[in-house]
């Protein structure tokens, strides 16, 4: 994001030029953030912040299907999968929780835990964590905008255009 460069949604622009705007930001910051988390072993709390990162970067894109063409559901998918992998973690940990620490059940599901989270690391490694995958998302969403056929509509305090 360039200095003095607005961001937000801008009610003058529509949609499309707001996705080509936004939508790269977002994922940027979405990858700097599983980068960090992923410098250290994160802890499940952690894992689970980033279950929700990657529900709501997933969310946002969907609202703008129509500004993209089928890559961003090869894109969707992707992120579906890491959800998913994240929501398996997630659901030892849950489960784990409801068990006396001497169930025999629980010392399983710890293992399971570390088995599943080691299985979101390497998803991630192979999907996400390739160098120039970042780059990728972000040519994608700022350059393979379809242009809308919906313009803008004038807000109440704007005169009409």
């Not at 003058?12 to 599983?34: C, G, I, M, S």
């Not at 299985?119 to 996400?128: H, S, T, V, Y």
Request: one cysteine or more.
């Amino acid at each position: 994001m360039g200095k003095g460069r607005p961001t937000g949604w801008n009610e003058r622009e529509d949609a499309t030029a707001n996705a080509r705007r936004e939508l790269p930001r977002l994922a940027a910051e979405y990858f700097a953030r599983v980068r960090r988390v992923l410098e250290k072993e994160p802890s499940p709390e952690k894992l689970h912040r980033l279950r929700l990162a990657t529900k709501r970067l997933r969310y946002t894109l969907e609202l703008f299907r129509p500004c993209y063409g089928p890559g961003l559901e090869t894109r969707l998918a992707a992120l579906r999968d890491i959800q998913q992998s994240l929501g398996e973690v997630n659901d030892c940990i849950a489960t784990a929780r409801m068990l006396p620490k001497s169930a025999p059940a629980r010392a399983w599901l710890d293992r399971r835990t570390s088995a599943k989270a080691e299985e979101f690391r390497k998803r991630w490694a192979q999907e996400f964590g390739a160098p120039a995958q970042e780059s990728r998302w972000t040519a994608y969403l700022s350059r393979n905008v379809r242009r809308s056929s919906v313009k803008s509509r004038p807000s109440a305090d704007r005169p009409g255009r």
